[in-house]
């Protein structure tokens, strides 16, 4: 699995954002970006020196249940993507969390993903621009979400391959998919899918269980994320 604490001796940061919209300053300090940095060179973004591509362009990230910084995480990894200014980079709320994207760059959560799969909006008309260079965010939208399976994966096949034709890089915020949502759907039609998980929170069980229901629905696991941790490493996660 892919471990940012492993690639430069960083964690993930825990739940609070920290950007700066401030001139000629980056986005993300400097301590915060490292790990993030570092698990797209793991991933090859955005190809590497022989003319390989990246091993993803669309990316998930999700969990093993609520509250574990999902939503933080998938911000600074494409605020982090952006700021290497190697293509447009977009950010889509697919989880509808208490802490939505849009209010998080200061933006407007509908028209959004739900409208455009629903086809009640434009996909132009719902993709905002964010104060930070090269990085466009998809809001959540004004649909009523439903809970568990139900709607058909196909309006979300066609729009994932729009939008991998306009941006280099696309990064989701999944639900968690540990509680058996929507994200198990969703992210079989990614290019791979990032687990975060809370160091002092989740159990070995728990994250492979996760890991199993991913890839029963297909999906392609990249590694995980380990956020907010205090102490050392859990030995279960060294050992991954």
């Known amino acids: 699995m892919v471990d940012t604490t492993r690639a430069e001796s960083a964690d993930a940061p825990n739940d609070a954002l920290a950007v700066d919209n401030g001139p000629r300053r980056s986005a993300v300090a400097p301590d915060i970006a490292k790990p993030f940095r570092a698990l797209l060179r793991r991933l090859s973004w955005p190809g590497d020196a022989n003319g390989n591509a990246a091993l993803a362009s669309t990316i998930g990230v999700t969990s093993c249940r609520a509250r574990e910084g999902v ?53 132009d008309e719902a993709i905002q621009r964010t104060p930070f260079e090269n990085l466009d965010l ?37 639900p968690p998919a540990g509680e058996r949502s929507r994200a198990l759907r969703l992210s079989g039609i990614l290019d791979g899918v990032l687990l975060v998980i809370a160091a002092e929170e989740v159990q070995f069980e728990m994250a492979r269980r996760t890991i199993e229901m991913l890839r029963k629905c297909d999906a392609h696991v990249l590694g995980a994320i380990l956020n907010k941790r205090r102490r050392d490493v859990p030995r279960w996660v060294k050992a991954s």
Request: charged share 20%.
């Open 71 to 123: 939503t933080t995480c998938a911000a600074q990894l494409a605020l982090v993507a952006a700021e290497t200014r190697q293509g447009d980079v977009l950010l889509v709320d697919a989880s509808g969390s208490a802490t939505a994207l849009h209010e998080l760059f200061g933006g407007h959560a509908q028209p959004g993903l739900t409208d455009v799969l629903a086809d009640l909006g434009g996909l």
């Open 138 to 174: 998809l809001p959540i939208g004004s649909r009523p979400r439903r809970r568990g399976g139900g709607d058909s994966t196909e309006p979300a096949v066609e729009l994932t391959r729009r939008l991998t034709n306009d941006y280099a890089l696309v990064v989701v915020d999944l």
